[in-house]
Each structure stands twice: as C-alpha cells, then as structure tokens.
C-alpha cells in the first residue's frame, strides 16, 4: 500500500525516536531506522536529504507535542501562576510516563554538542524549546488577562532554564516531591513577572500558534 510522503516522514520520526530511547543517538543509522520503520532504506532518502534534517523534525516533534500538552490545560478561570503551574505539571506528567524521551532529547543535545558539523543543532534545539515555551506563556497570558512586563523571549528562557533543571534533576532521583516543589516556585517566580493587562472576552480562546496546535491543528515548522 502505497503511503503519502508527509505519512512516510511521520512514521520514520517515530522509529528514529524509539531507536534513540532504546540504542542512542549512535545507534540510530539510517538503516536501524527504517528497519524499525518496516521500510527499505530508499524511503528514508525520499522523506529527508539527510538525517541531521530528520533530527531536526524529531526535535519539533517532541517538543511541540509537549507544548499542546500545556496549552491544552488552560483555561480562563485561572490566574497567571495557576495556569504557568498546570502547564509545567503537564510537561512534568509527560516526563514521567516516558523518561526515555527526554533523556533522547538530552542526548541529541550532547550529541550535536560533540560532532563536528552540528554545531548549530543546539541553539537551534533552544531556541525551539523557548519559541514553544513563549507561546504558551502568550495563550496563558492572554486566558489569565495580563501581559508581561519582560519582553516574552525572555521570560520564555526563565522558564525553559526552569523546566530544563526540574528535568535532569528528576531524571537523576526520580523524586515527585521535590519536583512538585521545583513546579511551585518557577510557577511563583514567572508570576512574579505578569502584571493585570487589558480587559478582555474571557470566552475568547487564545491565538497563538500553540493554541491552534493544541485545539487540532499541527505544527509542520523546520528548525531555521
């Protein structure tokens, strides 16, 4: 049965991604991902030029489905560190059900952080994680009535350095206390950086582009 090309990509990202959790980064040759995937090796180069391209729609898969996962906790009876607390605690439930997917993510990082050539997959992979953290702070914003007084990429890296000790912290003692301590003041120190905005529909749903994600849309970004 033939597939559509955008079935084909998706299918190998999700095989790549079990490799990883399962063999590592160096593990994952192109040809242990479509045998993973149940594909002959000519479908992986019909879907990707390469395979950085390919980590790099990993990176975007995850991470953007960790995203809708906070944004789909927001609602509009809640204040700005309620609804900050409620999307870390669903990033952290995430974590917990499958460690193995961040600690790939980790390992991507170092990866790119040791090979020649890949010196630009980091800050990209960063500045992923801060644009999709930045657009759950606008929808959560937006639904709780305030604005920000720091302009939004920076609160957007607090809470990513935040969100990236919580996780090798966890990862490290699997301790669900101390992780619920770490949500509870990164959500009162974001807080602390909103201040009461304009007066709007409270019915009306966010806008972002996480928001549209989250409510049945689908990111399709490439890391720039």
């Given at each position: ?12 990202i999700h ?13 994952a040759t ?35 489905g960790e ?158």
């Open positions: 049965m033939r597939i559509s090309s955008e079935d084909r990509r998706e299918a190998i095989a790549a991604l079990r490799v990883i959790q399962r063999e590592g980064v160096h593990g192109t040809r242990a991902i479509v045998a993973e995937a149940d594909m002959p090796l000519a479908s992986f180069h019909y879907a990707f030029r390469s395979r950085d391209e390919m980590i790099s729609e990993l990176i975007s898969f995850v991470v953007e995203g809708r996962a906070a944004i789909a906790t927001l609602s509009g009876d809640r204040d700005i560190q309620s609804a900050v607390r409620a999307g870390l605690q669903a990033y952290f439930d995430t974590l917990a059900a499958d460690p193995s997917h961040e600690q790939a993510m980790f390992e991507l990082l170092h990866y790119a952080l040791r090979t020649e050539g890949l010196g630009g997959q980091p800050e990209a992979q960063y500045r992923m994680y801060r644009r999709i953290a930045g657009e759950v702070l606008d929808a959560g914003a937006t639904t709780a009535g305030v604005t920000w007084r720091l302009p939004l990429d920076q609160v957007a890296r607090l809470l990513v350095t935040f969100i990236g000790g919580l996780t090798l912290a966890w990862l490290a003692d699997r301790d669900d206390d101390a992780a619920a301590l770490t949500m509870d003041f990164a959500a009162e120190s974001i807080a602390t950086l909103a201040e009461p905005g304009p007066v709007s529909d409270p019915t009306s749903a966010p806008t972002s582009t996480a928001h549209q994600n989250a409510t049945g849309g689908h990111l399709k970004e490439k890391t720039q």
